[in-house]
């Protein structure tokens, strides 16, 4: 089935670890998206692609990393994780506005 | 700047009661403006769009570009539209990213 899949939904890591938050899809959309949502509050684009080897950084600054070598794979990359990356984040694909969005990842750091 | 405002975080209405959840944007030029849903415990979904000018579960969305808002309404509330809602905006042309209000929660009581 079509869809957008996100690993994993839940991640409880220690300070300092590499994580990679892994997204998937199997649509065939070139875009795809990374939004940052604290609760209560907007989700706030972090990183996007245009297509494969294109990333881009979004409105709000990231400490992570993206890359794109597959049309359908779209990782991001926490290289040294912090309490202050404590946040759910958000893949989604798709054209200008009709994204599809992932189930997300709700990270915490301690 | 792009920017979208929800004033109210929350609204609770009875059953049968109309809605109106309000959304107000701003935006230099010609945007287009979204609506997404997510009920709980699923993922955020695309709800209607103005260009379409559609009907979604009852709601409905217009543009004003007078009070630059995009209220959305429904003339009888149902439970099960309890539910978080996110007005979005968009540029018209051109890879233009997808901008979140706060979101308000819908609280549909029997």
């Known amino acids: ?28 959309h070139d875009k795809m998206y990374w939004y940052q949502q604290d609760p ?11 297509g494969v080897n294109s990333t881009e950084k979004g409105d709000l600054s990231s400490e992570s990393t993206v890359s794109r070598i597959r049309t359908e794979h779209f990782p991001l990359t926490l290289e040294s994780a912090r309490p202050s990356h404590t ?24 | 700047a792009q920017r979208v405002t ?12 109309p809605v ?27 709800l209607l769009r103005h260009i379409s000018r559609e009907s979604i579960k009852g709601f409905t969305a217009d543009l004003n570009k007078g ?26 042309t051109g890879f233009q990213k997808l901008v979140f209000g706060t979101g308000t929660r819908l609280l549909v009581s029997p």
């Open chain 1, 87 to 110: 946040s759910q984040y958000l893949c989604a694909s798709g054209p200008r506005g009709g994204y599809t969005f992932g189930s997300g990842t709700r990270l915490t750091v301690v």
């Open chain 2, 67 to 92: 009070e630059t808002s995009f209220h959305l309404k429904k003339p009888f509330a149902q439970e099960e539209d309890s539910a978080m809602y996110y007005c979005a905006l968009s540029g018209p």
């Open chain 1, 1 to 28: 089935e079509a869809d957008i899949y996100q690993t994993p939904r839940y991640l409880v890591i220690g300070t300092g670890k590499k994580i990679t938050l892994e997204c998937s899809q199997t649509m065939g």
């Open chain 2, 20 to 46: 109106e959840l309000k959304c107000n944007y701003s935006y230099s030029g010609s945007p287009e403006l979204f609506w997404y849903v997510q009920y709980s415990r699923q993922r955020l979904q695309l």
């Open chain 1, 40 to 50: 209560g509050m907007e989700l706030h684009l972090i990183h996007y692609s245009y």
């Open chain 2, 6 to 17: 929800q004033p109210e975080k929350l609204l609770s209405v009875f059953k049968g009661a």
